[in-house]
Each structure stands twice: as C-alpha cells, then as structure tokens.
C-alpha cells in the first residue's frame, strides 16, 4: 500500500472492481478495499451476467482482483473505520488504523438485507430461502414455492415465481393486507393464499421441506421466496454526509440507498457510488455496468482538474 492514491474504491464486489478495471486502464493509482463480506456470497453462482453464467460469486470477485492488479491497482482486505476531508481529497482510515489519501472515492459497499424475524429463515438464505426470480428462480423451477407475504410486492412476487412452477403459495403472514384484486389475479393463475402468522422454516437433511404457522399447521414447501428490507451499507462513511433516499411502494419503505446522479455521483464532491448501495435492484451485472460508469466519471473529473492547475500554471 502507498500513502496516497488517485482513488479508493470502497468494497470490492462487481461495482467496486470494475470501477477499479476502468481506473487502472487509464492509468490512475487505485486502491480498492474490502471487508469481505459480498452480499451474494452465499449463492452458489451468479445468473444474467453474459459470458459469466453460473459462476461462484467468489470466483467472479477473484478473477475481478487479478484484473485490478494487472492494471497497477492494489486490493487490501479491510474495512473503512472514518473518512475525513483532507486538502482537496480525503483521509480514509483503516480499521487496523493506517491512512491513507485519496483525490476521489467510489463507493461500493453493497447493502444489508434484513429478513422478517422467522426462525430457521437466515440458515436457509441465499440457497433454498431466496428474494429474486431473475437470480435463482430457474434453479428452483417445478419446485413447491412459498412466498411469504412481507411487503406490498408479495403479490407481484408470487406472479413472477408462478412462471417458473405450477405449485407456487402466498403465505398472508403479517405482511400488508393483501387487496381483493391481488387475490384475484394469485387465484386465476392457481396460486393459493395461505392465511396465517408463519412462525419457522422446517428443515431436513435436504434443505427446506415446509413452513410451520403459528397454529401448528406445516405447509410442505422446498423453496420459501421473501422480500427482505435492505439498508444501504454506510459503516465508517457517516462523516462524509452521504443521502440515502428510501425505497417505496404503496407507502411501505423497503429500505435505503444513496442518492446518486446518472454517472454515479452523489451530492458529496469527490464522491461517487456505484451497485447496489445505490441502486438496490441491481443485478452483479448492472452492478458492473454502473461500476464502469461511475470510474469513466471519475477519471473525466480529474482530467478537469488537471487540466484547470495546468491552466493557472502557464498563467
């Protein structure tokens, strides 16, 4: 590690790399740190992304780590305790307590997802307890699907997963009331609503077998569909004074992410944001994609400044 860099790059998943990759190639010094802690980590391989289809999410965050190297820049496993303003950049410290200076930041530290408080739900996540159709739903295809009602898109949910098979339940749990017209759309295409509190995920020596309301009843499922709340990923940053916007549907928050302009970049100077802490529906490919865009703005905006202090020398 050096002392100062054109760039931090905070979080080192797709945005983060990739933005990193884009640096590089224009030649500007690159540091990219990382807690890993890759929201996707525990799927067994990334969906929708061209040329990548089924790979490990850790190996797709390996390989993005040699692309970054090859190009000159340096990734370090750590977190981000505080940044600080420091001249016309910043001062980023290092839990272990090492600083370093940037002239611009990338932030890509991803999002938290919160699952509704049901036993057994978080053991199960990101294999057989799963939240996007487009991710994972073709890897459970023809499988007994239950989607548990926590927001008002359960109904949209449900629609989407009832393409991918015949035996798809909505279970009402304590989400929102479900309307009369959602329930008649879930029942003219044979999705059934399940009414009642859902108290665990009953389990087996294969993975999930069924969900156990309240009143004791075990509905038999192999695959449980939730909508989790997330929460942009801000650790250490607060001092920056980065916005979150939230999320809304119907006047339910879902969660929160940064407020961010087309390129990436937030109301801070100095300071982009790139996948899903900014944009929460981002699949690891969009996420690369906005990671790319956002290292393109950032390169551009140093040339600006470089090409400004060339200006006023030659005054």
Same mark, same amino acid.
């Given at each position: 590690?050096?002392? +100062?860099?054109?760039?931090?790059?905070?979080? *080192?998943?797709?945005?983060?790399?990739? *933005?990193?990759?884009?640096?590089?190639?224009?030649?500007?010094?690159?540091?990219?740190?990382?807690?890993?802690?890759?929201? $996707?980590?525990?799927?067994?391989?990334?969906?929708?992304?061209? %040329?990548?289809?089924?790979?490990? &999410?850790?190996?797709?965050?390996?390989?993005?780590?040699?692309?970054?190297?090859?190009?000159?820049?340096?990734?370090? !496993?750590?977190?981000?305790?505080?940044?600080?303003?420091?001249?016309?950049?910043?001062?980023?410290?290092?839990?272990?307590?090492?600083?370093?200076?940037?002239?611009?930041?990338?932030?890509?530290?991803?999002? +938290?997802?919160?699952? &509704?408080?049901?036993?057994?739900?978080?053991?199960?996540? *990101? !294999?057989?307890?799963?939240?996007?159709?487009?991710?994972?739903?073709?890897?459970?295809?023809?499988?007994?699907?239950?989607?548990?009602?926590?927001?008002?898109?359960?109904?949209?949910?449900?629609?989407?997963?009832?393409?991918?098979?015949?035996?798809?339940?909505?279970?009402?749990?304590?989400?929102?009331?479900?309307?009369?017209?959602?329930?008649?759309?879930?029942?003219?295409?044979?999705?059934?609503?399940?009414?009642?509190?859902?108290?665990?995920?009953?389990?087996?020596?294969?993975?999930?077998?069924?969900?156990?309301?309240?009143?004791?009843?075990?509905?038999?499922?192999?695959?449980?569909?939730?909508?989790?709340?997330?929460?942009?990923?801000?650790?250490?940053? !607060?001092?920056?004074?980065?916005?979150?916007?939230?999320?809304?549907?119907?006047?339910?928050?879902?969660?929160?992410?940064? !407020?961010?302009? &087309?390129?990436?970049?937030?109301?801070?100077?100095?300071?982009?944001?790139?996948?899903?802490?900014?944009?929460?529906?981002?699949?690891?490919?969009?996420?690369?994609?906005?990671?790319?865009?956002?290292?393109?703005?950032? $390169? %551009?905006?140093?040339?600006?400044?470089?090409?400004?202090?060339?200006?006023? *020398?030659?005054?």
């Amino acid at each position: 590690m050096n002392d +100062k860099y054109d760039v931090v790059v905070v979080g *080192g998943g797709a945005a983060g790399l990739s *933005g990193a990759v884009a640096l590089g190639r224009s030649r500007r010094s690159v540091l990219v740190i990382d807690a890993g802690e890759q929201r $996707n980590a525990p799927a067994e391989g990334i969906h929708n992304y061209l %040329g990548r289809e089924g790979l490990n &999410p850790l190996e797709l965050v390996a390989v993005g780590r040699e692309e970054v190297a090859r190009y000159g820049g340096t990734t370090v !496993k750590g977190r981000v305790s505080e940044v600080s303003r420091r001249d016309s950049g910043f001062a980023v410290t290092l839990d272990e307590g090492r600083e370093v200076q940037a002239r611009r930041l990338l932030i890509a530290t991803g999002l +938290k997802d919160e699952l &509704p408080a049901v036993e057994g739900l978080a053991e199960h996540w *990101g !294999k057989n307890v799963i939240h996007c159709p487009y991710c994972h739903g073709y890897e459970h295809r023809d499988q007994a699907i239950g989607v548990l009602a926590t927001t008002p898109m359960a109904v949209h949910q449900a629609l989407m997963f009832r393409q991918l098979s015949a035996d798809v339940v909505v279970f009402a749990h304590t989400g929102p009331e479900i309307s009369a017209d959602g329930r008649a759309q879930l029942a003219a295409v044979g999705v059934r609503v399940v009414e009642g509190e859902v108290a665990a995920v009953e389990s087996g020596p294969g993975g999930v077998t069924g969900l156990r309301l309240t009143s004791g009843e075990v509905v038999a499922r192999q695959v449980v569909a939730v909508g989790p709340r997330f929460e942009a990923r801000l650790d250490g940053l !607060k001092g920056l004074g980065l916005e979150t916007a939230p999320m809304e549907v119907e006047g339910f928050v879902l969660g929160t992410s940064l !407020k961010v302009d &087309p390129t990436g970049r937030t109301e801070v100077p100095g300071v982009w944001a790139a996948g899903n802490v900014a944009n929460p529906m981002a699949q690891v490919m969009v996420s690369a994609g906005q990671g790319l865009m956002a290292g393109a703005a950032i $390169n %551009g905006d140093l040339i600006q400044e470089e090409v400004r202090a060339a200006m006023a *020398g030659a005054q």
